[in-house]
């Protein structure tokens, strides 16, 4: 049974930074494939970042050079480190895994619950 449980959500002032974190159980970060996705009222939920097994990145245009995902095997988590926040950055964010490489899809297999993101 895959569960995956984001944390790290919150309220921040434009420009600044937040690090979202996913904790996996039933699932190998290190093998597996993940993503970030997020949802603002009344949009559709996107793809913010991909990850894959051999540590490859894949970014939406919107967040490049701002955001960075990544993973520590050791402690099975997923991170997105978002540094020079935006309003328009404001969603429930959620981590994805699947076991193929679905990139920004929104095809993934296991999510999680959600984490809050607010920037004003």
């Known amino acids: 049974h895959v569960q995956l449980v984001e944390s790290g959500g919150g309220s921040v002032q434009a420009g600044g930074s937040l690090r979202l974190s996913c904790a996996a159980s039933?699932?190998?970060?290190?093998?597996?494939?993940m993503a970030w996705f997020r949802q603002a009222p009344g949009k559709e939920r996107e793809g913010v970042a991909a990850?894959?097994?051999?540590?490859?990145?894949t970014y939406t245009y919107s967040v490049q050079g701002r955001f960075t995902i990544s993973k520590d095997n050791v402690k099975n988590t997923l991170y997105l480190q978002m540094n020079s926040l935006k309003p328009e950055d404001t969603a429930m964010y959620y981590c994805?895994?699947?076991?193929?490489?679905?990139?920004?899809?929104?095809?993934?297999?296991?999510w999680g619950q959600g984490t809050q993101v607010t920037v004003s």
């Open positions: 994805a895994s699947d076991f193929v490489n679905l990139q920004l899809t929104r095809h993934y297999s296991h």
């Open positions: 039933g699932y190998t970060v290190s093998t597996g494939y």
């Open positions: 990850i894959d097994s051999a540590g490859a990145t």
